[in-house]
């Protein structure tokens, strides 16, 4: 069974800080690791997709890299704002179903 | 239609009701999910259809939990005798297809259910 782990499991910088938020997951037969964004209350968004075949993916100030062979991903979001306060969450995909971690809420202080 | 659309948004029931939750998937999307979120959790994983039918229910965690797709399109997940544990929020999600490497799921808003 994938286990998925984040840390930490909070975060709190001031604006303009670079985050960096942490994934690991057990079982490295996977298709892809998914990051996603989840508002209080709220559904998933998802912000960037690695096939596993890939090293890292970029998307404006957000890039996620993967290391397979150490079970490791990385989501590095750049020049943080406020805006970006959320909880992000990892999922590591094994054919159709996704396994999630626990996410990682930041926050992001004016 | 333009995302995943799931209804209610907010649903508060007693103990020992019988519940329904609906999805919509975005149009032209074959496969379904159902996920279940407690509070400070990950999301766990119910139950998948590809098409019409549960090409794997693995995740349900008991009889009381059914879920159905009559028509390959508006799933509709169904909780009997409900149980303050069930209290959660449930999202659905649906993509192109399954199986594939680069398959991304769309997720929709949930439907957070309380059991009293």
């Known amino acids: 069974k994938q286990e998925v782990t984040q840390i930490p499991a909070a975060l709190s910088v001031p604006e303009g800080e670079n985050l960096v938020l942490n994934c690991s997951f057990t079982?490295?037969?996977?298709?892809?690791l998914q990051w996603f964004r989840q508002d209080p209350g709220k559904g998933l968004t998802s912000l960037l997709l690695?096939?596993?075949?890939?090293r890292e993916q970029t998307s404006g100030r957000l890039n996620a890299s993967l290391d397979k062979s150490s079970g490791r991903s990385t989501l590095y979001i750049a020049a943080s704002q406020p805006g970006d306060s959320a909880t992000y969450l990892c999922?590591?995909?094994?054919?159709?179903?996704?396994?999630f971690g626990a996410g990682t809420t930041v926050t992001v202080r004016a | 239609g333009a995302g995943v659309s799931q209804t209610p948004s907010n649903k508060v029931t007693e103990k020992g009701k019988y519940v329904e939750l609906r999805c919509d998937p975005i149009?032209?999307?074959?496969?379904l999910y159902w996920y279940r979120q407690s509070l400070g959790q990950g999301p766990e994983f119910l139950i998948y259809?590809?098409?019409?039918?549960?090409?794997?229910d693995s995740g349900l965690p008991n009889d009381r939990f059914f879920a159905v797709r009559p028509e390959g399109s508006v799933s509709t997940l169904k909780i009997q005798r409900t149980e303050r544990g069930d209290s959660a929020m449930y999202l659905c999600?649906?993509?192109?297809?399954?199986?594939?490497?680069?398959?991304?799921?769309?997720f929709g808003a949930g439907s957070r259910l309380t059991v009293l």
């Open positions: 149009s032209g999307h074959t496969a």
């Open positions: 079982d490295s037969a996977i298709y892809n």
């Open positions: 999600a649906s993509s192109l297809s399954a199986g594939i490497r680069a398959n991304v799921l769309t």
């Open positions: 999922a590591a995909s094994n054919d159709y179903k996704l396994s």
């Open positions: 690695i096939q596993s075949s890939q």
């Open positions: 259809f590809q098409g019409t039918g549960a090409a794997d």
